[in-house]
């Protein structure tokens, strides 16, 4: 089992900045894709950006260029650095992990873009 621990969410104004974190703890070896996942009210839960273990990266075409995805393999954490937001951003954002085939969630963090 992978336990996932989100942190970092608020309440910005648009053009603002947050930083997420997302903490991997138990059976973490051969964590493989790790990635964040948002979901808006009233709107299915989309794939914002991932990355691989060796760091490859893959984003949301509405965040290119204002979000950036990290990872510490030393600390088992993955990190989601978001500049320039918009109120479309606005939504409850989820650390996804992949180990073996299986897919783990975080409780989810809010983040909230004021305009």
């Known amino acids: 089992q992978v336990q996932l621990v989100e942190s970092g969410g608020g309440l910005v104004q648009a053009g603002g900045s947050l930083r997420l974190s997302c903490a991997a703890s138990?059976?973490?070896?051969?964590?493989?894709?790790m990635a964040w996942y948002r979901q808006a009210p009233g709107k299915q839960r989309e794939l914002v950006a991932l990355?691989?273990?060796?760091?490859?990266?893959n984003y949301a075409d509405s965040v290119k260029g204002r979000l950036t995805i990290s990872r510490d393999n030393t600390k088992n954490t993955v990190y989601l650095q978001m500049n320039s937001l918009k109120p479309e951003d606005t939504g409850f954002y989820y650390c996804?992990?992949?180990?073996?085939?299986?897919?783990?969630w975080g409780q989810g963090t809010q983040v909230t873009v004021s305009s």
């Open positions: 996804n992990a992949v180990r073996l085939g299986f897919q783990y």
């Open positions: 138990g059976s973490t070896a051969s964590i493989n894709t």
């Open positions: 990355i691989t273990r060796i760091g490859s990266t």
